[in-house]
């Protein structure tokens, strides 16, 4: 079992829509989660930080399920901007788990 | 404040040269992290280094790979006798002191190996 799944995608959705990202992590231990994105031929970078109790910047909300070892990412309204790869990252220690990631098309 | 930055963007390298991969953190940071991608792959985790220590280089090959991060200058990471394999994007990570979890990426540099 990898240490952190994503559903490759490609999702493609229309501009407005609501999109549901998950992520599971195999490692009951971790201790922080992440949401990173990446456009093609970029570096990673940090969207947000996925905390306990939930947490929303924007049009973007992001859940914690640690008895399930499931994380979640919704984007509301998304933009033709909001296409990219989202990267689900699970740190064990000083190591940073990546899934590899799930690619996002929004369409006009 | 600068962010971290990589050289050379691109390096394209033939069957048996090194490859002499470098990275700058940001300032401030005195955490650096490697990681590999190859195309249409998730990143995986090479070495973690503080100045002049590797703290972690479980993800790195065992053979014709090795890093450093010097007390000044650049972390290097170097590739002996590269392969056609070992064509991929590097990217660099660093993080503050005291805060592991929060990685700020550079730019990368793609390795070709003909």
Known sequence: ??????????FN???GATV???????????????????????????LMSVY??????????????RASQYISLLIRDSKLSDSATYLCVVRDNNDMRFGAGTRLTVKP | NAGVMQNPRHLVRRRGQEAR??????????HVYWYRQLPEEGLKFMVYLQKENIIDESGMPKERFSAEFPKEGP???????VVRGDSAAYF?????????????????TRLTVT
């Open chain 1, 13 to 15: 959705v229309p501009e």
């Open chain 1, 52 to 65: 306990s109790s939930g947490n929303e910047d924007g049009r973007f909300t992001a859940q914690l399920n």
């Open chain 2, 92 to 108: 660099c990570a660093s993080s503050p002191l005291g805060q592991a979890y929060e990685q700020y990426f550079g730019p990368g």
């Open chain 2, 75 to 81: 972390s290097i990471l170097r590739i002996q006798q």
């Open chain 1, 20 to 46: 549901a990202f998950n992520c599971t992590y195999s490692n009951s231990a971790s201790q922080s989660f992440f949401w990173y994105r990446q456009d093609c031929r970029k570096e990673p970078k940090l």
């Open chain 2, 21 to 30: 991969l470098r990275c700058s953190p940001m300032k401030g940071h005195s």
């Open chain 1, 1 to 10: 079992r990898k240490e952190v799944e994503q559903d490759p995608g490609p």
